[in-house]
C-alpha cells in the first residue's frame, strides 16, 4: 500500500559530493526521496552519502551510471518504480546529486496543484537543432561509452517505426500518469529497451521519445507544459555541461521570483557544489527563507 506523502516524489542520481547531496536531501523535506548512487562510487564515499539519512530516503539498488550510459537511463526508471509503488505522490522530480531547489515545499506543492496530470519537460522532436546532424546518428548507429569516449558501430540499423524520435534534459517533472506510461512501455517492449541501450546518451531521449510517441502514449502532447522547472547557468558559451554556479550568478538564479513572467517559476537549479557553491546556497536559502521557512541541515564530510 503506498504511503500518503506530499504532492512530489524525487528521484536523486548521485555520485560525489556527499556534503552537497545530503543539503540536497534536506532542502527537500519533507518530500520523499529516492536516491540513486553510481556503482563505481568508492565505498567510503557512498558511505558519507548514505549513513543516517531520514526515513523519508529510500536508496536504489546501484547501477554502473557514467557519462553517456544507458543505465543512467535505468536508474531513472527504476526511481519511477520505486516512487510509483511506495508513495502516492501526484508528480516524481528527476534530479542529479549537484541540482537544489529554489522554493519551498509549500511553493512546490501549489505549483504542481496548479497543474495536474501535467508533467514539465522541454521536448525536441528530431531533427534537433542543437545536436550535431539533426541527432540522427545518435539513434541510427550502435553506440558504446568508454572512459568518456564515444564508439560507434559505423553499420546502420533500422529506427522504431512507432516511435517519435525526440531529445529532451533527464532533469524534469512528470505527472503519475505519465511515469506510470513509461513504466508500462518499459514493461511491454523490451524490443525498445535493447534499442536504446546502444542509442548515445539515452537518458537524454529515451523517456521524451515514449512519452512524445502517440502510438505509446495518446494524449502526451496536450498533457504537458513546454516548460523546465530548471533555472541552468548556460551563458551563452557553447559547452556540454552546465557551468558550476556561485556567488556572482545570484541575482539571475533568483530573478524570476521577483520578476512577473508568463511562465511558471523555476523550482529548481543546477548545477553546485561544495568546494563552488556553498555561499550562493546560503543566499539561496536566506531568499526562500523570505517566503517561508524551509528546515536545511547540513552534514559534513
Not at 102 to 110: C, F, G, H, N, S
Not at 172 to 179: G, N
Not at 183 to 212: C, H, K, N, T
Amino acid at each position: 500500500m503506498p504511503t500518503p506523502t506530499a504532492a512530489l516524489a524525487c528521484v536523486v542520481l548521485a555520485h560525489e559530493d556527499p556534503t552537497q547531496v545530503r543539503r540536497l536531501v534536506a532542502a527537500l523535506d519533507p518530500f520523499p526521496v529516492f536516491l540513486h548512487c553510481d556503482a563505481r562510487t568508492p565505498d567510503r564515499v557512498h558511505d558519507a552519502m548514505t549513513e543516517g539519512l531520514p526515513s523519508r530516503v529510500r536508496l536504489l539498488d546501484r547501477l554502473r551510471t557514467g557519462w553517456a550510459r544507458w543505465e543512467n537511463a535505468e536508474a531513472e526508471i527504476a526511481g519511477y518504480r520505486a516512487a510509483l509503488a511506495e508513495t502516492d505522490a501526484t508528480h516524481v522530480a528527476v534530479l542529479t546529486g549537484s541540482d537544489y531547489p529554489l522554493a519551498t515545499a509549500d511553493e512546490i506543492r501549489a505549483e504542481l496543484a496548479a497543474h495536474p496530470g501535467r508533467s514539465f519537460l522541454v521536448t525536441h522532436p528530431l531533427p534537433h537543432p542543437d545536436w550535431r546532424g539533426g541527432g540522427w546518428s545518435r539513434f541510427r548507429y550502435r553506440h558504446w561509452a568508454w572512459r568518456k569516449h564515444m564508439l560507434r558501430l559505423p553499420v546502420p540499423r533500422r529506427l522504431p517505426q512507432d516511435v517519435v524520435l525526440t531529445g529532451g534534459s533527464q532533469m524534469k517533472v512528470v505527472s503519475r500518469e505519465h511515469a506510470r506510461a513509461v513504466l508500462d512501455v518499459v514493461d511491454r517492449r523490451p524490443d525498445l529497451v535493447r534499442f536504446w541501450r546502444r542509442a548515445w546518451i539515452a537518458d537524454e531521449s529515451f523517456v521524451p521519445s515514449v512519452l512524445g510517441s502517440p502510438a505509446l502514449v495518446p494524449g502526451f502532447a496536450e498533457e504537458h507544459l513546454e516548460h523546465s522547472l530548471w533555472w541552468i547557468g548556460w551563458d551563452g558559451t557553447r559547452m556540454k555541461s552546465p557551468p558550476w554556479l556561485g556567488t556572482s550568478d545570484a541575482g539571475r538564479l533568483l530573478e524570476r521570483w521577483t520578476v512577473p513572467s508568463e511562465h511558471p517559476p523555476y523550482l529548481f537549479a543546477r548545477k553546485f557544489s561544495t568546494s563552488r557553491s556553498t555561499d550562493l546556497l546560503d543566499l539561496v536559502d536566506a531568499a526562500v527563507g523570505l517566503r517561508g521557512q524551509r528546515p536545511v541541515e547540513v552534514t559534513t564530510s
